[in-house]
């Protein structure tokens, strides 16, 4: 599979066009994403170029897709509602995701808060995300090839963290990543199965919520 930059139009055209894309919005909302800012940001961003082009006609389904490297991209539904739970109402500053893949979730992020830094173990992943980010003109996303179990930071502190790979607990460095007040999403639970986890920090305590029931790929140590 190539991992190039894809080749379709941002504008898009029939399957990829924007009154599909406006299909999914509607969609969306049909199961349950209620918060408006970010169905705005989902509307904004054109899903087809984060795939494959043999994938483009179906980039607007509720469904993941593969992006090579046994990767995939979040079906909408999942990227909507973590950015909704995470994003509370409130706008956002900074925000970090862990897994960023392909970067259409970092894309969305990008119309929600300031700043976006995404971590990607995989370094063809990390360098296609960048190219494709580049070409729709997101300029507020700082892509990083690393091991995001290992992140750590003596200086920044994230709003918002989202997580894009499921575990059975939170990585122990990314409590200290997360601000006061702060919120994260991750899905935990067993390979098989997750849920996704709201993780608030209050001071020095950490409160857990589950929600809904998630397919995760795995998150994995190590940087390729």
Not at 125 to 147: F, H
Not at 167 to 175: H, I, S, T, Y
């Amino acid at each position: 599979m190539s991992i190039g930059a894809p080749r379709q139009s941002a504008e898009g055209s029939g399957m990829t066009s924007e009154r599909t894309r406006l299909r999914m919005i509607t969609r969306l909302r049909e199961q349950g994403i209620r918060d408006e800012v970010v169905l705005n940001a989902m509307s904004l961003v054109p899903r087809h170029v984060f795939v494959e082009e043999a994938f483009a006609s179906r980039a607007y389904e509720d469904t993941a897709l593969p992006i090579g490297f046994a990767q995939t991209i979040s079906q909408p539904w999942v990227v909507a509602r973590s950015c909704e739970l995470a994003r509370a109402g409130n706008a956002i500053d900074m925000a970090l995701e862990i897994g960023g893949g392909c970067g259409y979730q970092a894309a969305v992020l990008a119309r929600l808060a300031k700043e976006v830094y995404t971590i990607e173990r995989i370094g063809a992943l990390a360098a296609k995300a960048r190219k494709t980010l580049s070409s729709i003109g997101v300029n507020n996303v700082k892509v990083r090839n690393a091991d995001g179990r290992e992140a750590a930071s003596n200086v920044v502190q994230f709003d918002v963290i989202l997580v894009a790979a499921g575990g059975a607990a939170v990585p122990p460095n990314l409590f200290g990543l997360l601000a006061d007040g702060g919120r994260m999403v991750i899905p935990l639970g067993t390979p098989e199965r997750q849920r996704l986890t709201l993780v608030t920090r209050n001071g020095e305590s950490f409160q857990q919520q589950a929600f809904e029931e998630v397919v995760f790929v795995p998150l994995k140590s190590g940087q390729e």
